[in-house]
């Protein structure tokens, strides 16, 4: 174990770590993964509360998701998708489709990808429109989209990006509908109609040079699972409607059942103005990664409406879409996540979850009351808290003293969240309340 932190030291570049940080708090040297659980190089069990930065969605080491990649190695481990195609990329993108009625599919390798080949393609679509002007872009204030240079830019989250501001495009941030920041008395809902207000005057200003809105559909991962009404959803696609701007959903994060739908943007009610038959919010984009694979293998996609997909044929080949990645619809990427389909319909998850998450509820409600827990929120299978006498390296104390419990959870500064696979079972998340209550009591923490 020793030998391994000392090699991890001095060999590897830890994500978003302060390396120094790491001689006083040494990374966890996990051995192997069990269901919820990671296991250490000295046979130590700790729950996943996180689901590993909020990828894995049926536990680790998963049977039916090892067999799937295990078959597909048999038979290709790559492709370039230039040149070439296979049964599990267009397998996937078919199935991908029917559930966002959403009928092409471009793929990438990690989230931030997907971020960056949404706004290209949303600004070469005006292009090819004849309005090469369109090429701004809107977020949320607190969003986050990945941080490469062009998702850092319609990234708000300071502690990343900026001291990268002199390598970034300027783009504009909106008020975001958090219903943490409502005014006393005011609902989420009026507030988050409030907020799309805000939008509505910057687009009415500035559609004329607006690409498109991203936005994070429902929940504001990185600013601290900060959650808001869907209302926000149906008046902003209204909006983009209108004043003919795209509206691209990231759902890296949400999607894939977290929110307790498939996808996020499904629970948006429908408008009196959207017409008969549109029940949910369909956006112009949609970016997907995170629990795709279930948490196995890096793959994005970029799933774009009919009319984006036409804007882009033609003779000319500077008009179609010349982006790629090496790795671009990796087969073994692609089998996994069409093993994680199989498993939402066999065994019915989305539905299964609903009742997982009142029981999951009901287990944290002694935390929910704790006098020093603020905010206290839930939507599908995600919790979060704030603890309102947090100091300065809160984050970190929680994080040791859970792990002390047997858990592995990382607060985003004051915010405790829990974020579990969806085969977390209720002994083991009443073991999960357990944990942070003993935290809890600790005032030094
Ligand atoms: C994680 C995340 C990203 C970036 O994905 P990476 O795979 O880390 O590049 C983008 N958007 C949202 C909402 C995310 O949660």
Redesign the pocket.
């Given at each position: 174990m020793d030998d391994l932190l000392n090699r991890t030291r001095a060999a590897v570049w830890h994500p978003c770590t302060q390396m120094k940080q790491l001689e006083a708090a040494p990374p966890l040297a996990i051995a192997r993964g069990e269901g919820v659980w990671l296991i250490d190089t000295d046979e130590r069990r700790y729950l996943d509360a996180i689901s590993s930065?909020?990828?894995n969605l049926f536990g680790h080491c998963n049977p039916r998701i090892n067999a799937a990649i295990t078959d597909q190695l048999g038979k290709i481990e790559h492709v370039m998708l230039a040149g070439a195609t296979h049964e599990p990329v267009v397998a996937l993108s078919e199935r991908l489709a029917a559930l966002t009625g959403l009928g092409h599919a471009f793929y990438g390798?990690?989230?931030?990808?997907?971020?960056e080949i949404a706004l290209k393609m949303s600004a070469h679509y005006w292009r090819n429109q004849g309005q090469p002007e369109k090429n701004g872009f809107v977020s949320l204030k607190n969003?986050?989209?990945?941080?490469?240079v062009g998702?850092l830019s319609v990234?708000d989250i300071p502690l990343f990006k900026s001291t990268y501001e002199p390598l970034l495009r300027h783009t504009v941030q909106v008020p975001t509908p958090d219903a943490r920041l409502a005014e006393p008395g005011e609902t989420a809902e009026a507030y988050a109609l409030r907020c799309a207000g805000a939008l509505e005057a910057h687009l009415a200003e500035h559609a004329a040079t607006t690409a498109a809105l991203i936005v994070?559909p429902l929940v504001?991962?990185?600013a601290g699972m900060a959650m808001y009404h869907p209302a926000y959803l149906a008046r902003a696609r209204e909006l983009c409607d209108r004043y003919r701007v795209h509206l691209i959903a990231?759902?890296?994060?949400?999607g894939f059942g977290r929110t307790g739908t498939m996808f996020a943007c499904e629970q948006a009610p429908p408008l009196p103005l959207a017409g008969a038959g549109i029940k949910t919010v369909r956006p112009d984009f949609m970016?997907l990664?995170?629990g795709i694979t279930g948490g196995y293998l890096?793959l994005?996609a970029v799933l774009t409406s009919d009319d984006v997909y036409a804007a882009f044929w033609g003779d000319a080949t500077a008009r179609g879409f010349l982006h790629s990645h090496s790795y671009t619809g990796n087969p073994l990427a692609c089998s996994a996540a069409l093993a994680v389909l199989d498993i939402f319909e066999h065994d019915n998850v989305i539905a299964a979850n609903r009742v997982r998450a009142i029981e999951f509820t009901s287990l944290l409600a002694e935390l929910a009351a704790h006098p020093r827990v603020r905010h206290f929120r839930h939507l599908g299978m995600i919790w979060a808290f704030e603890v309102a006498d947090a100091t300065p390296g809160f984050s970190a104390r929680l994080h040791r003293a859970a792990l002390a419990q047997g858990v592995f959870i990382r607060p985003i500064g004051g915010t405790v969240y829990a974020m579990p696979p969806y085969v977390t079972s209720a002994d083991e998340m009443r073991a999960l309340a357990d944990a942070l209550l003993v935290c809890l009591a600790d005032p030094e923490i």
């Open positions: 930065w909020w990828v390798s990690d989230g931030a990808s997907a971020t969003g986050y989209h990945g941080e490469t998702a990234t994070e504001q991962g990185a990231d759902e890296i994060a949400v970016c990664s995170k890096p994005s």
